[in-house]
């Protein structure tokens, strides 16, 4: 099925900075989705985007889909604590269209 | 989150045996899925379900098999468990196919086999 890299695999910043992780592929994605799962949690959907060069904003989140929609990035403006765990993205590409293929995540840890 | 509950929330299981896990949910959504999440690989589908009695495979799909005889109702059965086969099971609900309002994830059954 589609492949989706997730960069960086792990990421620490202290509380206050800003955080992003990026998503890519080879090929042309139709969409993309975004969950966050906390620690001993379950994934929890964050954000789908459509449009090449698609931006969206929830509070601290922006969301990026690139021109060539073979992008995507999750930019967090000052980062809390309460931002800890594994933001994943994930696409409906491939064979199929039922199923979501998820990239491999980044773990983000916010240091008080 | 409401609407989607998974059953056992922990299981630990000898090699060889056959376990089953549930997945029950309560919105009435026609799509259904199992996935693992094991460290380094991220999440893997392994069996979906678009209807009652419609199945088809995932990416890691051997050793498993699913049935859904009631919407609100899909198993996951690992014919006989191995240790490979550890692991935190998700089970995800979905209104349309290709997801527009994103999956909706039950809160996991971790499996241990032995």
């Known amino acids: 099925g589609q492949q989706v890299m997730q960069i960086p695999q792990y990421q620490h910043v202290q509380e206050g900075e800003d955080f992003t992780t990026y998503c890519n592929s080879s090929?042309?994605?139709?969409?993309i989705q975004w969950y966050k799962q906390r620690p001993g949690g379950h994934p929890v959907f964050l954000i789908q985007?459509?449009?090449?060069?698609e931006v969206k904003k929830q509070k601290r989140l922006t969301f990026q889909f690139g021109e060539a929609k073979k992008n995507s990035s999750l930019h967090i403006t000052a980062t809390q604590t309460t931002d800890v765990g594994t933001y994943f993205c994930a696409d409906n590409s491939g064979a199929g269209s039922y199923q979501l293929t998820f990239g491999k995540g980044t773990k983000l840890s916010v240091i008080p | 989150d409401a609407g989607i509950t998974q059953s056992p929330r922990h299981k630990v299981t000898e090699t060889g045996t056959p376990v089953t896990l549930r997945c029950h949910q309560t919105e009435n959504h026609r799509y259904m899925y199992w996935y693992r999440q094991d460290p380094g690989h991220g999440l893997r589908l392994i069996h979906y379900?678009?209807?009652?009695?419609?199945?088809d495979k995932g990416e890691v799909s051997d050793g498993y098999s699913v049935s859904r005889s009631k919407t609100e109702d899909f198993l996951l059965t690992l014919e006989s468990a191995t240790s490979s086969q550890t692991s935190v099971y998700f089970c995800?609900?979905?209104?349309f196919g290709t997801g527009e309002t994103g999956y909706t994830f039950g809160s996991g059954t971790r499996l241990t086999v032995v």
């Open positions: 985007l459509v449009k090449s060069g």
């Open positions: 995800a609900i979905s209104e």
């Open positions: 090929t042309t994605l139709s969409n």
């Open positions: 379900s678009y209807g009652v009695k419609d199945t």
